[in-house]
């Protein structure tokens, strides 16, 4: 009996070891698109909203950013690992507003007043294998990202994930390195949209390294016989993101 209690304990460790690995690797972005009349109103109480948001969601999110794009618009990422974090994420939310409105009451009807129009959230799911950023990445290091939003076919999601594998390993091949992560919807954009951002330090940095890359694409044989074989996606969007808080 002592020797079944063993290797019950051994299994019960194992399976809780093995769902905390699994849980650590399921990363979730939760994404709010949003206008303002007003930016300047929306950034002097940014930091008041935000350090409200880190509070709320302590212990649960990982990790939050607030970015200004090129076509005027906010893109509020908040980051989550695993489901049971996702879950509790979403139960807090549901309060969010009426918790900040108590303790900061002008500064949300100033924020409520300023938005224009209506605001999109949606979620998405981080593609494991298509993540190439360093271990020790931090995003407050990169005030720049360009977003590359896009469709596949429903029925070639999986080939499009290994082609874009396939090309960045024939990227560093051929000499191009680069930071980018790809995400997969879930909820708010259809579920065979890809998400893909790429940060750098400015959008001048970005545009040189792209140009840099764009050169050896176009020198290797390699890497156009592949990519010319490619599946077919639609994209739906590419912006252009600062940081701001």
């Excluded at 809780?16 to 009349?37: C, D, M, P, Y």
């Excluded at 489901?83 to 409520?112: L, V």
């Excluded at 044989?221 to 590419?238: A, H, M, P, Q, W």
């Amino acid at each position: 009996p002592t020797h079944m209690k063993k290797i019950i304990l051994l299994l019960s460790l194992f399976i809780g070891l093995s769902s905390i690995a699994q849980n650590a690797t399921k990363r979730f972005a939760l994404l709010s698109e949003s206008k303002v009349k007003d930016m300047d109103v929306y950034k002097k109480n940014l930091p008041v909203t935000d350090a409200f948001a880190r509070k709320i969601w302590e212990g649960v999110m990982g990790n939050r950013a607030v970015h200004q794009s090129e076509t005027g618009s906010l893109y509020t990422f908040s980051f989550v690992d695993g489901d049971e974090n996702f879950g509790k994420f979403i139960t807090i939310r549901g309060t969010f507003n009426n918790k900040f409105k108590e303790a900061y009451p002008k500064i949300a009807d100033e924020n409520w007043a300023n938005i224009d129009g209506s605001f999109r959230r949606s979620t998405w799911i981080r593609v494991n294998a298509l993540e190439f950023l360093p271990a020790d990445f931090k995003l407050e290091n990169y005030n720049f990202r360009k977003v590359i939003i896009e469709t596949v076919p429903s029925n070639q999601q999986e080939a499009y994930e290994k082609e874009q594998l396939k090309l960045h390993e024939i990227e560093l091949k051929i000499g191009i390195k680069f930071l980018s992560v790809t995400w997969k919807a879930i909820d708010g954009y259809s579920t065979n949209t890809y998400m893909t951002l790429i940060p750098d330090n400015s959008i001048l940095d970005f545009y040189t390294h792209f140009t840099e890359r764009q050169k050896i694409r176009k020198n290797s044989k390699e890497y156009n016989d592949f990519n010319n074989t490619t599946v077919i996606t639609n994209i739906n969007r590419i912006d252009h993101l600062w940081r701001i808080h």
